[in-house]
Structure formats: C-alpha cells, structure tokens
C-alpha cells in the first residue's frame, strides 16, 4: 500500500463512450502523473503535474485529457477511445526529484 | 541519448537462491537516479531502492542491493535469498537531475521462483 488510489480499478468502454480515470494521494506530494503500461512496451509517460500546473505532455493524442483540481487528485477524461488505447493506466505522486510511488492502475479495455 | 536497457525477458531462480537482475544505461549526464521497481500480477508498481549518481556505496534494502558500476553504466538489482512472492516483473528506471519530470523505464524481467 503505498498511499496512491486509483479508481476505477477495471473499465471496459466503448469508443463512443466517455470515462474518467481517478486518482488520489494524501501524502503531501507534489507532483502528479499518469502513465500507460502496453503490452510488450516499456512505460510510457503521458502527463506530469507539478503544484497542480501541467509540466509534461508527452505527445499524448487530445482523446486523453488530464484534469488536477488539487494537490491530492488527478483525473484522466477518455473520449471516443481506440482499441489501441487499450492498456494499464498508472497514477504515481513524487514529492519532488526522488521517488516516484504508483497505485495499482486502471485495467482499460476499449471494445 | 537516454536509454535504460533490461536484455532478461525472463529469469527463473530457485527458492531461497541469490538472483541478479541485469540494468545498463545510457546517458551522458553526471547527475541522475536510478530505482528498481516490482510489478506483482496485480499491477501495482512497487519501489525497491534507489541508488544516486553521486553515491559511494552501493544501496541496499533488505534482501534488495544494487551492484552500482559506473564507469560500465550498470545497475544490476541483486535479490538475496529469493522467495515465492518475488516472482513478479521487475523494472529498472532512470530519472535525470536537470529534468525530473523525465523517468524512463527498461522493458523489464520476469522472475519465477521456483519452489
């Protein structure tokens, strides 16, 4: 239990449908961020918060659109997904340079 | 460029062995960090330690210590004493001074542990 929750923790959707992922830390940190975990692939990083502020988007398609109305949240919008978009959404918070600590992801199956 | 490197796809290692997990890097930056994480099948990704450019001696957590060889730009994880619940995917990462928003991770290694 390293203090990040992620909700939902399973989501099957629709490309038409939209969806949002949850994130949530009340340890004090300061930074924010999502990435997504593909098969066979390495973690890619898509967004950073830092201070509530969007310091990083790492040439995520505008179908993904991170959201941080405060230090301890952070939500991922999904619209009119793709089946490739199909993976393991990771939140991690980081109180500054040092490390990074992960919740457990969002399952995402898009049919 | 930044490149950090797991070329494991898989190990398998006996109950109560010691096990090395392979890391090289790439980067020609003097100041960075590098950390091993766990991913049971459940997905969390967990922390396992943490070595500084800068730092003299290697780390250790436990039955956790990483082999830091600079000059060769190799951080191998070493896991003493392997048990059941360690079999997991275990990722090296790299994460820069300058930019710290910026961490990259290998591809990872499956460890099995055998009983």
């Known amino acids: 239990e390293t203090g990040v929750t992620q909700t939902p923790r399973h989501l099957v959707m629709g490309m038409t449908n939209k969806k949002s992922l949850k994130c949530e830390q009340h340890?004090?940190?300061?930074?924010m961020y999502w990435y997504k975990q593909s098969a066979k692939k390495p973690l890619e990083l898509m967004f950073v918060?830092?201070?509530?502020?969007?310091?990083e988007n790492n040439s995520v398609p505008s179908r993904f659109s991170p959201e941080c109305p405060n230090s301890s949240h952070l939500f991922l919008h999904l619209h009119t997904l793709q089946p490739e978009d199909s993976a393991l959404y990771l939140c991690a918070s980081s109180p500054g340079i040092h490390t990074q600590y992960f919740g457990p992801g969002t399952r995402l199956t898009v049919l | 460029a930044q490149k950090i490197t797991q070329t494991q796809p898989g190990m398998f290692v006996q109950e109560k062995e010691a096990v090395t997990l392979d890391c090289t890097y790439d980067?020609?930056?003097?100041?960075?960090?590098l950390f091993w994480y766990k991913q049971p099948s459940s997905g969390e990704m967990i922390f396992l330690i943490y070595?500084?450019?800068?730092?003299?001696q290697n780390a250790t957590e436990g039955r956790y210590s990483l082999n830091f060889q600079k000059a060769r730009k190799s951080a191998n994880l070493v896991i003493s004493a392997s048990q059941l619940g360690d079999s997991a995917m275990y990722f090296c990462?790299?994460?820069?001074?300058?930019?710290?928003?910026?961490?990259?991770f290998g591809a990872g290694t499956r460890l099995t542990v055998k009983p």
């Open positions: 340890l004090g940190h300061n930074a």
């Open positions: 990462a790299m994460r820069w001074t300058y930019n710290n928003n910026d961490m990259r």
């Open positions: 980067t020609s930056d003097p100041s960075y960090g």
């Open positions: 070595q500084g450019s800068y730092d003299q």
């Open positions: 918060y830092n201070f509530k502020e969007q310091t």
